[in-house]
């Protein structure tokens, strides 16, 4: 695989989870009805905000990452390879909102403030655990349907 196709998945992977970061911002400005969660009532407030978060966030963002996944498979292949790249690209986008996060939010980090803030971080509430697992699910069911259509390598020369 040419340092090209290399380069473009992870910078790929990485763009997709920013473009995942400004799009959240984007998403949470929904403002929904008092009405909604009268409906649910204050006894299903989680599964009230549950449903709100799927269905307004996580849904969205799952299938951005799925179809931006999917057109970086297609074009790049091997799927292999490059998923792996883009994967990375992924995890590094997370890893720089995380350390951005902490500089900005905490006024004197030091050591063991970080590690329970990234500590804390992976643990979210329940109503967000979808959110959290949007763009890697996305981007496995991209890789999924990649190699269900045989898209595992390059493909050959026509003569």
């Known amino acids: 695989m040419s340092k090209v196709r290399v380069v473009t998945a992870f910078f790929s992977g990485l763009f997709l989870y920013n473009v995942f970061v400004y799009l959240g911002g984007m998403l949470s400005a929904i403002q929904i009805p008092n009405g909604y969660f009268d ?13 709100l978060e ?13 179809i931006w996944s999917w057109i970086t498979l297609r074009t790049l292949s091997p799927v292999r390879d490059v ?14 909102w995380q350390a951005k996060f902490i500089f900005i939010v905490l ?5 063991s403030s ?6 804390a971080s992976l643990v979210t509430p329940v109503w967000t655990v979808l959110n959290v697992l949007a763009v890697p699910l996305g ?11 045989g898209n595992l390598g390059p493909k050959p020369m026509q003569a």
């Open 39 to 51: 409906f649910f009532g204050s006894q299903h407030k989680v599964l009230a905000l549950f449903v």
């Open 114 to 119: 970080v590690v329970e803030l990234l500590a």
């Open 107 to 111: 006024p004197e980090p030091n050591l």
């Open 139 to 149: 981007f496995i069911a991209a890789v999924l349907l990649a190699i269900k259509n």
């Open 54 to 66: 799927a269905t307004t966030f996580a849904f969205p963002c799952f299938l951005l990452s799925a």
């Open 83 to 96: 998923a792996k790249w883009c994967f990375g690209g992924i995890l590094f986008g997370w890893l720089y």
